[in-house]
């Protein structure tokens, strides 16, 4: 098992330009949420879903970020146009089942910069 | 929704002893309490977990306690070494969101 993939590792990118985030959760895995990690808000739930639909985008900061998951095996967040505020580590996370006592899995996480 | 608190945001131990991370959480009908351990640069892993059906879980050095009256739970790491320092995540979910207390930056003092 590779566990939950991120791409990319790092990202840096001019204010104004599109970035997609892209994920690969564990196979079996039916719950997949996006997370951002900064020094002063720690980590914040973004978006998730269950079975491929999305179920709570409240955390989504405005409408410059979409996520996706068009199947079981991949989504996609996305920054369109980005911010330097938008800096932050971007974890991706799957989780098997949507109830039960089970921990999430993170991937490695993607370093966004925007300068 | 839950609120998830956790003290200290910073502990330094000497190599050895031992080191106590607490949490309290607002929800009374959470129910699974993960602890993650994230160490600089790399990605939280699930060190521990405990259900609300169980008061105390051990894993060698690592233990947590809950207590469900008091909506708290508390990590424990005894004989303390220097791979132990990290940043320590506790957690509260009853469903399958989990809300994530603010962090402890534990150093262990060789």
């Known amino acids: 098992d590779a566990g939950v993939i991120q791409s990319p590792r790092h990202e840096v990118t001019e204010m104004g330009q599109e970035v997609t985030l892209r994920c690969k959760p564990i196979s079996g895995h039916n719950s997949l949420f996006w997370y951002r990690q900064t020094m002063m808000r720690g980590l914040e739930l973004l978006i998730y879903f269950n079975n491929n639909v999305p179920i709570d985008d409240s955390g989504m900061p405005e409408d410059r970020f979409s996520a996706k998951m068009p199947n079981a095996s991949f989504s996609t967040l996305k920054i369109q146009p980005s911010e330097p505020r938008d800096s932050a580590v971007y974890f991706c996370?799957?989780?098997?089942?949507?109830?039960?006592?089970?921990?999430?899995?993170f991937g490695s996480g993607t370093r966004l910069t925007v300068v | 929704g839950e609120n998830v608190e956790q003290h200290p945001s910073t502990l330094s131990v000497q190599e050895g002893d031992s080191a106590v991370i607490k949490c309290t959480y607002s929800?009374?009908?959470?129910?699974?309490f993960p602890w993650y351990k994230q160490e600089l640069g790399k990605r939280p892993q699930l060190i521990i977990d405990i259900r609300s059906n169980v008061g105390e879980k051990k894993d060698q050095r690592i233990a947590v306690t809950l207590n469900k009256t008091a909506k708290h739970f508390s990590l424990h790491i005894t004989e303390t070494q220097p791979e132990d320092s990290a940043v320590y995540f506790c957690a509260a979910s009853r469903g399958n969101q989990f809300y994530f207390g603010t962090g402890t930056s534990l150093t262990v003092i060789p």
């Open positions: 929800d009374s009908a959470s129910n699974y």
């Open positions: 996370a799957s989780r098997p089942g949507s109830k039960g006592d089970y921990g999430y899995t």
